[in-house]
């Protein structure tokens, strides 16, 4: 097994899958866009399974091999807040009902650069 520089995947993640595509003699990228719904981590097997809304409300679900050399890359468009493991639900929801709750996350100022505010403007102070 080969080491795959790709973010860390959580569930209910919006994902942007860049993979090859041969058709004829012409390889191109395409990237599918869409919710993680399911991981299966199994050393060399490990799957994924990215799940979007296509033309005409249609729903399409891809499993990608996470080792597979057809991935080209691995984007986390949005970050998700869930609390299951597997978000199967999502296949009888439509509409805004299968949106996923997204995860806010708050900037956080270092330590160092308020304690050195504060030293300032306690020697402004004296």
């Not at 299966?40 to 399409?60: D, L």
Request: hydrophobic fraction near 40%; charged fraction near 30%; glycine fraction near 6%.
């Amino acid at each position: 097994m080969y080491e795959r520089n790709f973010p860390q995947l959580c569930i209910g993640d919006i994902l942007a899958v860049s993979q090859w595509v041969e058709e004829g003699n012409k390889r191109r990228i395409q990237i599918f866009e869409g919710n993680l719904i399911a991981q299966h981590k199994k050393g060399a097997s490990s799957t994924f399974t990215v799940r979007k809304i296509g033309a005409n409300g249609i729903a399409v679900e891809r499993i990608f091999p996470f080792y597979a050399p057809m991935i080209e890359s691995i984007k986390v468009v949005t970050k998700a807040q869930v609390r299951r493991a597997k978000l199967y639900y999502l296949r009888d929801r439509v509409g805004r009902a299968a949106r996923v709750k997204e995860k806010i996350q708050r900037k956080i100022r270092p330590v160092k650069d308020l304690r050195s505010r504060a030293s300032q403007e306690i020697s402004e102070v004296k």
